[in-house]
């Protein structure tokens, strides 16, 4: 089974570079005047006495130079094709830097529940990111750590890590963290923190990229209901990360 799937690809690259030595027609008829002379030298007796008619220099520079010159051209040909391929992708692939952004964060105080444990009082947060490209994106949460009033999730309540997560243009992803449980303060909650690390890139692959968040969590009261939001936050870092095959 394999045989036959060789000798088409084999075929299929012999017609491909037949074709585009041919497009260089000249090169292919300097080397023909070649074998045509070193024919003639080879065959015709010469007037000479004993030396060849044809000067053997000549026609074999003609007849090997024109088959290296339309070798090289059709790897030219080749490379310039090539070069471009890899140019017009990483175009595409720097073009989704900056582009994954973190639009919000959503907080309120909710209530935990589990079957072997009493009701808990608890933090429920919800990150925000929007595609702001105009392709799609993959992206995957490396680490993530929120932090309310000294409190934080424990490594079992709180993932560190989620696998990829597509977002189409123009659209939004929402990412849960586990809640965070504490008792219900007086007034509003106290301030929080937050540190988040994604990578992401296209889901086909090429170079992916690392951003870093952090800021600072406050609260506001909506008729009431205490509500968080992002405060003093710093510049996000896009950084290059591994190039996936």
Known sequence: MGAPKIFREVGNSLAEHAGRGWRRGWAVIVSGI???LALISLTVPSPK????L??????????????????????HDVRKERDSVKAEMATRFNSLRYRLELSSLIGRMGTAYSESEPPVNSYRFQLVFFNGGLEVLEYEIE???????????????????????????GRESFFFYRDILAPIPTGLPPE?????????????GGQWFRV?????????????????????RTKPTHELAEVRP
Do not use: D
């Open 34 to 36: 070649g074998g045509v």
């Open 192 to 204: 929080g923190h937050c540190e988040l690390v994604i990578r992401y890139g296209h889901p086909t």
């Open 54 to 75: 044809i000067p053997a220099w000549l026609w074999l520079t003609l007849l090997v130079g024109g088959i290296m010159v339309a070798q090289f051209l059709a790897f």
């Open 143 to 169: 680490s993530v750590f929120i932090q309310v009033g000294g409190v934080t999730a424990t490594p079992e309540e709180g993932p560190t890590s989620t696998v990829g997560t597509i977002i189409l243009p």
């Open 212 to 232: 870093r968040h952090e800021f600072k969590i406050a609260w506001e009261s909506a008729n009431g209901i205490p509500l968080a939001h992002m405060l003093t």
């Open 49 to 52: 006495g004993g030396q060849p």
